[in-house]
């Protein structure tokens, strides 16, 4: 396919706008629809990253389109000491898919906004304030949440907040923590980890902030018992335990929220992506025991868009989209049958080194040989190329230590035909880097 770059456009681009990470697709993108986004030559692209990995209801679905059409001309934002019913029945609907120790809402626009807001209530209920998180972690931007995040922009910015440090991300493909028998020692890496928590801490340990999956880091999953066992551990310190599932909420992991896999509750849940399908929606919630100490306390997180009502309207569409049309078990059923073709193509190419991750939110490792697990940085960005000529776009996150991790998460209304399709060409496009 030849594809005709507006180099006018890209000059443009150039001269006008502030870079702020990765070269940007060489794609003029002109609409999205359901799976696909579409370049100016009508070229469709087929979307396996769900937007910022966020539009799990596709793109333009028409529910959310009603919905905020109708809110932009009736009810869209307020002063954020006024309230409106939009925001109570978000409020509501959420707390009817959680444990009731995670009644009370917080909406705001953001992850890093929810983190930061759930941050500043595990500091303002523990009265300390040192945070967990992994080695691994991206949490946010902003000055609370990118102290908290590591896999990148840590240097050159001044002296993130005091008081954060790191567990080793439990990654099984990579870790050194091995039982005699070879497998990952989760038990013993989560040990050794808080045992440096605690030569460092100052004695004001507040949180341990993690996510289910790290998606930015390359899609790491918790092992099976280590969210039980890192509950425990925050318990005997004291610490809250805050989950940040703005990937892995509502439904991507084949579960409504990925902690139900592991039967453990946080004392605060941030959500955001998901909650909006691709729009600026996020959320904290936690219990009344919390709140109300924090509220007596001066709990202060009065911000612009703090409980925007046109927000509240598009989670709470996102809510009963997802349950009329039951995506939970949608992703569940296309996660298997996804986990499967990945695992075929680890099998028919050397160059897979890993496959991770469940439902809708999946990864594969490159690398340039399977004993050493050398990373495989540059094939990997080749095989981006060759899947966006093709017509997919998929991410790959090279991080130090680690080969290039694709992510793999369609939206959940993906169908049968385009999750194949996609991988097909993902199929067709490592084939055509490896052998040349």
């Known amino acids: 396919m030849v594809v005709r770059v507006d180099t006018t456009f890209w000059e443009d681009a150039d001269r006008l706008l502030v870079r702020y990470g990765a070269p940007?697709?060489?794609?003029?993108?002109?609409?999205?629809?359901?799976?696909?986004?579409?370049?100016?030559?009508?070229?469709?692209?087929?979307?396996?990253?769900?937007?910022?990995?966020?539009?799990i209801l596709g793109h333009a679905h028409p529910d959310v389109v009603a919905a905020v059409s109708t809110a932009v001309g009736t009810l869209d934002h307020l002063y954020s000491g006024m309230l409106?019913?939009?925001?109570?029945?978000l409020a509501a609907a959420l707390a009817a898919t959680l444990p009731p120790e995670l009644g009370k809402m917080l909406l705001v626009s953001t992850g890093a906004e929810s983190n930061e807001a759930a941050i500043k209530l595990a500091k303002l209920y523990t009265g300390r304030y040192e945070i967990v998180s992994f080695d691994r972690s991206w949490h946010g931007m902003s000055q609370g949440a990118?102290?908290?995040?590591?896999?990148?922009?840590?240097?050159?910015?001044?002296?993130?907040?005091p008081g954060n440090f790191t567990l080793p991300t439990p990654n099984a493909y990579r870790s050194p923590f091995r039982a005699p028998d070879g497998s990952h020692d989760w038990e013993a890496e989560l040990r050794y980890g808080f045992e440096l928590i605690d030569r460092q801490s100052?004695?004001?340990?507040?949180?341990?902030?993690?996510?289910?999956?790290?998606?930015?880091?390359?899609?790491?999953?918790?092992?099976?018992?280590?969210?039980?066992?890192?509950?425990?551990?925050?318990?005997?310190?004291g610490m809250l335990l805050i989950l940040d599932e703005a990937?892995?909420?509502l439904g991507r992991t084949g579960t409504m929220y990925a902690f139900e896999r592991d039967g453990v509750v946080p004392?605060?849940?941030?959500?955001?992506?998901?909650?909006?399908?691709g729009l600026p929606v996020a959320a904290v919630l936690t219990g009344e025991r919390i709140e109300?100490?924090?509220?007596?306390?001066?709990?202060?997180?009065?911000?612009?868009?703090?409980?925007?009502?046109?927000?509240?309207?598009?989670?709470?569409?996102v809510l009963r989209v997802i349950r009329r049309e039951g995506l939970v078990a949608r992703a569940a059923s296309l996660g298997r049958q996804l986990s499967a073709r990945l695992h075929e193509l680890r099998d028919r190419h050397d160059i897979v080194g890993d496959v991770r991750g469940r439902g809708l939110l999946q990864g594969i490792e490159l690398v340039t040989d399977r004993r050493s697990k050398a990373p495989a940085d540059a094939i990997g960005q080749a095989v981006t190329r060759a899947c966006l000529e093709r017509g997919l776009h998929v991410n790959i996150v090279q991080l130090p230590g680690m080969g290039g991790v694709f992510r793999i998460a369609p939206p959940l209304t993906v169908s049968e035909t385009e999750l194949h399709a996609g991988l097909d060409i993902l199929d067709t496009a490592i084939e055509s880097v490896t052998t040349g």
């Open 84 to 89: 409106s019913r939009p925001v109570v029945d």
């Open 267 to 277: 004392d605060l849940l941030t959500l955001s992506k998901t909650l909006g399908a």
């Open 247 to 249: 990937q892995t909420g």
């Open 146 to 161: 990118a102290s908290a995040t590591f896999s990148a922009g840590r240097r050159g910015y001044g002296p993130p907040t």
């Open 292 to 317: 109300r100490v924090c509220h007596e306390r001066g709990f202060l997180f009065f911000t612009t868009h703090v409980s925007d009502p046109l927000a509240a309207t598009v989670g709470a569409t």
């Open 202 to 237: 100052a004695g004001s340990l507040a949180a341990c902030l993690v996510e289910p999956i790290l998606s930015s880091g390359g899609i790491i999953e918790l092992p099976p018992g280590y969210l039980a066992r890192l509950r425990e551990l925050c318990d005997e310190r």
């Open 24 to 55: 940007f697709s060489p794609r003029v993108i002109e609409r999205a629809a359901g799976s696909y986004v579409y370049d100016e030559a009508g070229e469709p692209i087929l979307d396996f990253t769900s937007g910022q990995m966020s539009a």
